[in-house]
């Protein structure tokens, strides 16, 4: 079967067609600037990439196009709508109603748009995405794959801030986590790998990218995972704060006469190693920064490192030891001195790395040695295609 996968933004749209028994695409792309003026990427496997800019004020718009480019004579990888099997709708936030993929409906829609209060800028765009795609394709059969849904196995003294009780009660706060499609993809990948049983392992995933998230994975499970209410707390990230004390948001409003929406706006765009280095959030940036003697610049990398290196360690005492790590996402697949770095920490587990392996790039890899007693590796996540995955599966 052919499954459309998308992963819609407020002003973008992420595209796959996957062909569920060759598990390749067959096309991907990206509609960008959608209602400012509008510009298509797409890509058929094995060919050239087409740009196209093209006005596409609405999501309906831009959806439109990109099932035209599917199916043009030149670069379509189709011949005609019918033969896209399925969609399958990558949806950020499913709070506590979704614990797994769902086949969407009128119901479902009503319960994704209860959940935008907390996901405000993810989940509305999630569901223009999914209704331009239902008044499309009405007889396509659509799948919903929540980013939150996997953490739902946490168990309440994993996901409970300690918070009244009545904030919980009203209005759900709690920990939910995120990337949790890609936890669960590479954890299940890590196992094979590994040769561990199902339901008698434990495995760390981390999700570095210039999101990142670090989740623990026992017997198969998520039990914890470092970000939270919202993708803003845990690990230091590109641009995210991560963990700090909240008492510092009421200083930084009080001496920089900022509101709340301006001091959680420094959080989410202006931190993370991009706030520490005053320099970029990307990690290749910082590279060259600190091999021309920026202080900063090193700074911000080792301050990410330590941090990753603390949640590891928390979540060895969380699930009673670990079996293997796995690195995955952006930095995960790509950057030799975050993973090394890391991994420096990881002496007291027994962890010893061989270097020639860990100067790879975006390939699946072990990073151990073989007599190293917790395994490590590089895991490349695909977020597409586990969702493509998920849709087969319940359809
Ligand atoms: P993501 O959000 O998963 O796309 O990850 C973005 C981060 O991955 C950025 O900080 C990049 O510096 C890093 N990254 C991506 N590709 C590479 C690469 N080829 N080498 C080193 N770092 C990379």
Redesign the pocket.
């Known amino acids: 079967m052919k499954v459309l996968v998308i992963n819609c933004g407020s002003s973008s749209l992420k595209y796959q067609l996957i062909d569920s028994e060759t598990e390749k695409a067959l096309a991907i792309g990206l509609c960008e600037r959608i209602g400012i003026d509008g510009r298509l990427v797409h890509t058929p496997a094995g060919g050239e990439k087409v740009v196209k800019e093209a006005a596409m004020d609405t999501h309906e718009a831009a959806i439109k196009l990109v099932l035209e480019a599917l199916t043009n004579k030149d670069h379509g990888v189709i011949s005609s709508l019918e033969e896209i099997g399925a969609v399958g709708h990558r949806v950020v936030h499913g709070g506590e109603k979704f614990a797994s993929s769902t086949m969407i409906t009128d119901e479902v829609l009503n319960a994704i748009e209860e959940c935008c209060d907390l996901a405000p800028l993810h989940n509305p765009a999630n569901l223009i995405g999914i209704r331009a795609c239902k008044a499309l394709m009405p007889n396509v059969p659509m799948v919903g794959v929540f980013d939150t849904a996997f953490h739902q196995t946490m168990p309440e003294k994993a996901y409970l801030y300690g918070l009244p009780s009545e904030y919980y009660d009203k209005y759900r706060i709690r920990k939910y986590g995120f990337h949790g499609t890609s936890h669960s993809f590479v954890a299940k990948r890590t196992m094979e790998l590994c040769n561990l049983d199902p339901n008698n392992s434990k495995i760390i995933v981390c999700?570095?990218?210039?999101?990142?998230s670090i989740t623990a994975v026992k017997n198969g499970k998520s039990i914890d995972t470092s970000m939270g209410l919202t993708p803003l707390e845990g690990l230091t990230m590109?641009t995210r704060s991560g963990d700090i004390d909240p008492a510092i948001i009421e200083f930084i409003m009080k001496k920089e006469n900022k509101s709340i929406d301006e001091a959680i706006e420094i959080l989410n765009k202006k931190s993370g190693?991009y706030g520490v280095s005053g320099i970029s959030?990307?990690?290749?940036?910082?590279?060259a920064a600190t091999a021309d003697g920026d202080e900063k610049a090193r700074t911000a990398t080792d301050l990410f490192v330590y941090r990753a290196a603390k949640y590891i360690g928390s979540y060895v005492t969380a699930m009673n030891g670990v079996d293997a790590i796995a690195f995955t996402?952006?930095?995960?697949?790509?950057?030799?001195n975050?993973r090394g770095g890391i991994m420096s920490y990881l002496g007291y587990l027994g962890v010893e790395m061989v270097v020639e392996n860990n100067n790879t790039?975006?390939k699946e890899i072990k990073l151990s040695t073989d007599d190293s007693k917790v395994q490590v590796w590089v895991v490349p996540?695909n977020e597409e295609l586990a969702i493509a995955r998920e849709t087969v599966a319940l359809i």
């Open positions: 999700h570095l990218g210039n999101g990142a590109g190693v959030s990307d990690f290749r940036d910082l590279e996402a952006g930095l995960g697949e790509n950057d030799k975050v790039r975006g996540t």
